[in-house]
């Protein structure tokens, strides 16, 4: 705006753009919400029979639909990836460093990228057993809950 | 006013979800638009007047772009806090996320005395909706000197008095001509 050179000791300015949108969640992501809101962790099924989490309208490998064909799938799983977040911002779904996770949850055939609470990245490692930790009030919403190492429950 | 948010049905379907994105800029203000709003502060509206076509910008920007070139303090003057609505909008609220007007209300430019200068998007006080003209006269409301906020200027608020100014009310002066304001651009 100009060329000047901003003073060193002048004061910050914040400046915040709010975009408030509410969105549909459509046939195959609704239920998966209102699963996670009642306690149930859902995948579909796709015409290979293999168990896609989280649920997908179509198929990502050739593009076709894939019918609302829910499967219970969890509530336990194995990290197949991970990243430690050691500074979480006030954005991630925990207050406290935590792990990034892609899970594999027992009876699906994709990963599902959740948190991990296992309060320190020494208890983190690729093929161990973590499982969902529940919020007690749950309002459909894919932060209704966390998971933690399995032997910490 | 409550945000208008997916209530969550307790026992039916799952069928909505908020999808808030924030994006929150912390930046250095400008040093021409930091000496605006100290000005403001102060009760006092300025501008550069740009020294190859006279042109007057509030706020300062440090430059024409018409003519490109650079404006400085030597450009700067002080603007008159009164002056003609040039033209204006009656806005209907809808209460969407954030709106906190609940009854029709007017968003007008008021062109300042002595110049070209006008400022935009200004809120009209003691003067009902449909009694807003072209060409009436107003002066700015300022607000008690300890009450004055600059926190809401920033980079992109040209023009921008909000926290300073309440708004703009009748001075009882005639009317100037409207044609002498309607279809021409404002700077």
Known sequence: MCS???VPDAPLTTHTIEFPYTRTLGPVVGPFLTGLRDGHLLGVRNRDGRVLVPPLEWDP?????????????????????WAWVGEPTRKHPLD???????????????????????????????????????????????TDLTFVPEEAR | MT????????DGPVTMMDYFMQLEYHELLCPVVRRYAEQLLDG???????????????????YCPICVVET????EIELADHGTVTNYTVVTP???????ETEPFVRASVQL?????????QDLVDVPVDEVRVGMRVAAVWKPKAERDVSEISNRSWGSAEGCIDGWKPTGEPDLPAEQFLGKAAF
């Open chain 1, 4 to 6: 000047t050179p901003a």
């Open chain 1, 96 to 142: 406290h460093p935590f792990a990034f996770a892609l899970i594999r949850l027992d009876g699906a055939d994709t990963g599902l990228l959740h948190a991990v609470d296992a309060g320190s990245p020494d208890r983190m490692h690729t093929g161990m057993r973590v499982t969902a930790r529940w919020k007690g009030e749950r309002i459909g919403h894919i």
């Open chain 2, 44 to 62: 006092k509206l300025i501008g550069h007047k740009c020294p190859s076509c006279g042109l007057v910008y509030l706020p300062p920007r440090g």
């Open chain 2, 3 to 10: 945000p208008d948010t997916a209530e969550p049905d307790a």
């Open chain 2, 94 to 100: 809808v209460q969407y996320y954030g709106q906190e």
């Open chain 1, 61 to 81: 490998a050739t593009g076709e639909p894939i019918d609302a064909d829910f499967v219970e799938v969890g509530p336990a799983g194995t990290v197949e990836t």
């Open chain 2, 113 to 121: 005395d002595g110049g070209n200068a006008t400022m935009n998007l």
């Open chain 2, 72 to 75: 400085t303090d030597a450009d």
